[in-house]
């Protein structure tokens, strides 16, 4: 069974950092792995989506990859802002199946 | 424009009153499903489809039933609806190429 594990839960840093976000999963057989942003009570927006063939996935400051062998994929986020607070999940797509993180909580202190 | 609609966006019944969400996308996708969130416990998959007259549990399907007689529309149907169905419930379609979500209905069972 598909485990995903988003580590840390929650995340604050000052603004002007770079960061990184990660998810590692169990099972190495997956379609694709997205990454989400959540703003509290609202519905998830997709950041970047990263096929099982491809390594990375670059959007303005974000930048996610994918290392199946390992396991694991990070966000990186360069230059953050205060309006990127929010909570980040991972989503991977298997067989029919797709499992999600339970996501990091950002705070970006002004 | 590309979307995923969710009626309704806020909901509070009582115990046993039988409610249905709907779900409508308008991209074409065969992939649907729904999911519960609750702190703490991240994203849950009740039921997915993956195409007309096509449906499967999830992780936590128990009280729920699905439908998909329609490419665009899966509802989700509460026969009996308990107190501990009180979530924030989201639908979402794909196609294999990223996941698309609703904005979510928030529901509430006294």
């Known amino acids: 069974k598909q485990e995903v594990t988003q580590i840390p839960a929650a995340l604050s840093v000052p603004e002007g950092e770079n960061l990184v976000l990660n998810c590692s999963f169990t099972?190495?057989?997956?379609?694709?792995l997205q990454w989400f942003r959540q703003d509290p009570g609202k519905g998830l927006t997709s950041l970047l989506l990263?096929?099982?063939?491809?390594r990375e996935q670059t959007s303005g400051r974000l930048n996610a990859s994918l290392d199946k062998s390992s396991g694991r994929s990070t966000l990186y986020i360069a230059a953050s802002q205060p309006g990127d607070s929010a909570t980040y999940l991972c989503r991977i797509q298997g067989a029919q199946k797709l499992v999600f993180g339970q996501g990091t909580r950002l705070t970006i202190n002004p | 424009e590309a979307q995923v609609t969710q009626n309704p966006r806020y909901l509070i019944t009582v115990t046993g009153k039988k409610l249905t969400v709907t779900c409508s996308q308008n991209m074409n996708h065969e992939y649907m499903s729904w999911y519960r969130q609750d702190p703490g416990l991240g994203l849950r998959q009740i039921y997915y489809?993956?195409?007309?007259?096509?449906?499967d549990k999830g992780d936590v399907p128990e009280g729920y039933k699905v439908s998909r007689k329609e490419k665009r529309n899966f509802p989700l149907i509460l026969e009996s609806p308990s107190p501990n169905q009180t979530s924030l419930y989201f639908c979402?379609?794909?196609?294999?190429?990223?996941?698309?979500f609703g904005p979510g209905t928030r529901l509430t069972v006294l």
């Open positions: 979402a379609s794909s196609l294999g190429q990223g996941m698309y």
């Open positions: 990263i096929q099982s063939s491809q």
């Open positions: 099972d190495s057989a997956i379609y694709n």
């Open positions: 489809s993956m195409n007309v007259e096509v449906t």
